[in-house]
């Protein structure tokens, strides 16, 4: 059992370039979020997503989009990287609320 | 809106001695309390959450915490640390019910840096 994988594990960008962080997980769980962890400030929600189909914003979601078109998949992109996207990414999963969340081992990204 | 305030950025102790960990949270509804444990380049793990019912949680690795409604706090304790203690620990807060889809957003903490020293 998988749980909530992402790739690529670690990336660096360069400032103006675009990328996708990628997020599946496989235990059928309506919900899923990214959050990004910077050194000092803990975890901020940047969108999340309740079902296919739905997505909302979270805290910090300027400079990213996210889709969800099936249950597993929850990809985050990043159009016009920017230094302040320098952060590590961490995807997660719940069935309904925060009572059972399952985090990914997380995305180190450096835009320079 | 829910927010959170660990009250202590970092925290030295010495090994076997007790630990407590502070956090205080603010919310204008019912909530959920949580904390997390981070180790160096690792991903976030759960030691303990509070739901409802008893205001003392006890989680693994021998932490526990208590709810504490009327001072809006839910401090960890661990009675003797170990040096593999030594990790990040993110208090986080959800309200317990939401808008769309809301109450599953977790608020987290800025984070309590706790190094044991042998």
């Known amino acids: 059992n998988a749980g909530v994988t992402q790739t690529p594990k670690f990336r660096i960008l360069k400032i103006g370039q675009s990328m996708t962080l990628q997020c599946t997980q496989d235990?059928?769980?309506?919900?899923m979020y990214w959050y990004r962890q910077d050194p000092g400030m803990g975890l901020k929600l940047i969108y999340y997503s309740v079902g296919a189909g739905i997505t909302d914003k979270g805290e910090v979601p300027n400079g990213y989009n996210v889709s969800r078109s099936t249950t597993e998949d929850f990809p985050l992109r990043l159009e016009l990287a920017a230094p302040s996207q320098t952060s590590v990414y961490f995807c997660?999963?719940?069935?309904?609320?925060?009572?059972?969340?399952?985090f990914g081992s997380g995305t180190r990204l450096t835009v320079v | 809106a829910q927010s959170v305030t660990q009250l202590d950025s970092q925290v030295p102790v010495f090994e076997e001695a007790p630990v407590e960990l502070r956090c205080n949270y603010s919310?204008?509804?019912?909530?959920?309390l949580f904390w997390y444990v981070q180790y160096p380049n690792q991903g976030l793990q759960l030691l303990l959450k509070y739901l409802s019912g008893s205001t003392l949680v006890k989680g693994i690795n021998g932490f526990e915490a208590e709810f504490n409604k009327s001072q809006t706090s839910f401090h960890l304790r661990k009675p003797s640390v170990h040096i593999s203690d030594t990790a990040e620990y993110f208090c986080?807060?959800?309200?317990?019910?939401?808008?769309?889809?809301?109450?599953?957003?977790?608020?987290f903490g800025k984070g309590t840096k706790l190094s044991v020293k042998p």
């Open positions: 235990m059928n769980h309506n919900y």
């Open positions: 986080a807060v959800s309200a317990t019910v939401g808008y769309g889809g809301s109450q599953g957003n977790l608020i």
């Open positions: 997660a999963s719940s069935y309904v609320d925060s009572t059972g969340y399952t």
């Open positions: 919310s204008s509804v019912s909530v959920y």
